[in-house]
């Protein structure tokens, strides 16, 4: 299994041992719907309401996180957006936001940060793989993080093989 399945698997740990009621979204080739795939948007890992008006698509990011910096690119971020849009169409009445709880590898899946599509949007220019994208301090601004217990982690690590 690669970082990517761990990284949703320590997630959903997450989710369950803080009683979120949530939506798993299946990530696996061939189960994108159609209305996403033609406006080339991103699947959240998972989807929960908060109420009858806000709700809150949750992607795990798994990263090594280099310099403290967490970074997407400009193609990504606007997949992202292509997401928020195909929310908006099947679900009018509620306004939806962007999370990503990214992982730090050094943790090993232990504690995430929870970052906000627009704080990447207004992070620093960079290049990610020869693509221009945007970055942003992980470890600055009183960021929020969350920790898994013991049992969590592993059960995160039950789920999947841990990424080596």
């Not at 992982?103 to 207004?122: L, Y």
Request: contains cysteine; hydrophobic residues 35%.
């Amino acid at each position: 299994m690669g970082d990517g399945p761990y990284g949703e698997a320590c997630a959903e740990a997450w989710l369950v041992e803080n009683e979120w009621e949530y939506i798993g979204i299946p990530q696996e080739y061939g189960t994108k719907c159609y209305a996403l795939w033609l406006q080339d948007g991103k699947r959240p890992d998972f989807i929960t309401h908060l109420d009858d008006v806000s709700g809150v698509a949750l992607d795990a990011k798994y990263h090594r996180v280099a310099g403290g910096r967490f970074g997407l690119t400009d193609y990504e971020i606007g997949q992202y957006h292509g997401l928020l849009r195909d929310l908006k169409f099947k679900d009018p009445d509620r306004v939806y936001t962007l999370l990503f709880m990214v992982f730090p590898k050094v943790d090993e899946g232990k504690r995430f940060a929870w970052v906000e599509i627009s704080e990447v949007e207004a992070g620093e220019p960079v290049t990610i793989e020869g693509k221009p994208g945007r970055s942003i301090d992980l470890y600055g601004n009183g960021r929020v993080w969350s920790e898994l217990s013991d049992a969590a982690l592993e059960a995160a690590r039950t789920l999947v093989k841990f990424p080596t």
